[in-house]
């Protein structure tokens, strides 16, 4: 039989760092715990709860009261993967998109990513290796062009600087997760034209995240 899908809870790896804890912070909704919670720290981000509650119909209070409704809070609110242990207790993980879009389909009819790899670097069609051509920016194929840089585009500049914000955050992410750990270095490996590395830095030097002030002192003085 098929192993069902269990995605990683990324939480673990971003929220928690000492006493904060899934179990202390996420046993509630956001108002529960409400000092786990900062502008870089959200119970909508962190707690696999999160989607159990819209604030009218379902609720904390509403869903978990096991004096007013029995052991297993109120059954009104429980459906599919909604149930008391998820909602209440936070032991499971969020349903995913991934969850949500292959619900009750045979997975085996989508075009898996180890295909799509295999056919991108190996394939007749479009193979990287197999093809020995390389795009050029207008769309023409193969040649040399001061428009070119690199073999293959994967960081596209039109994305500049706004990805390099995305990396930046959740290397400040990483930065709070090992308690501010200093020299904290950082290294780009195949940094093409360097456009990723020096937005990051742009990034943390002007403190475009908006970090508070102290802590964004000490965040620039331990990035390298």
Not at 72 to 96: F, I, R, V
Not at 197 to 213: F, M, W
Request: hydrophobic share 35%; proline share 3%; glycine share 8%.
């Amino acid at each position: 039989s098929k192993a069902a899908f269990d995605p990683t809870d990324i939480s673990n790896e971003v929220c928690w760092v000492g006493h904060w804890t899934k179990e202390r912070c996420c046993q509630g909704d956001a108002t529960t715990e409400s000092e786990c919670w900062e502008d870089h720290f959200s119970f909508a981000e962190c707690c696999p709860n999160a989607d159990c509650w819209d604030g009218r119909a379902f609720t904390y209070s509403q869903c978990c009261d096991v004096e007013t409704h029995g052991s297993g809070g109120n059954a009104a609110c429980w459906a599919g993967a909604y149930t008391y242990d998820h909602c209440c207790l936070a032991k499971q993980s969020a349903q995913s998109w991934v969850d949500v879009l292959t619900s009750g389909v045979d997975t085996d009819q989508f075009y898996s990513m180890d295909e799509f790899y295999t056919d991108a670097q190996y394939g007749d069609d479009f193979g990287y290796y197999s093809t020995g051509r390389v795009l050029k920016e207008d769309g023409q194929e193969g040649g040399n062009s001061a428009q070119q840089f690199a073999h293959f585009t994967t960081y596209p500049m039109a994305l500049s600087p706004h990805f390099g914000r995305v990396v930046c955050r959740l290397l400040f992410l990483k930065w709070i997760h090992l308690e501010e750990r200093a020299p904290f270095r950082v290294v780009e490996m195949g940094a093409g034209s360097g456009q990723l590395a020096s937005d990051v830095q742009q990034c943390v030097r002007r403190n475009e995240l908006g970090i508070e002030p102290r802590v964004w002192r000490r965040w620039v003085s331990a990035f390298e």
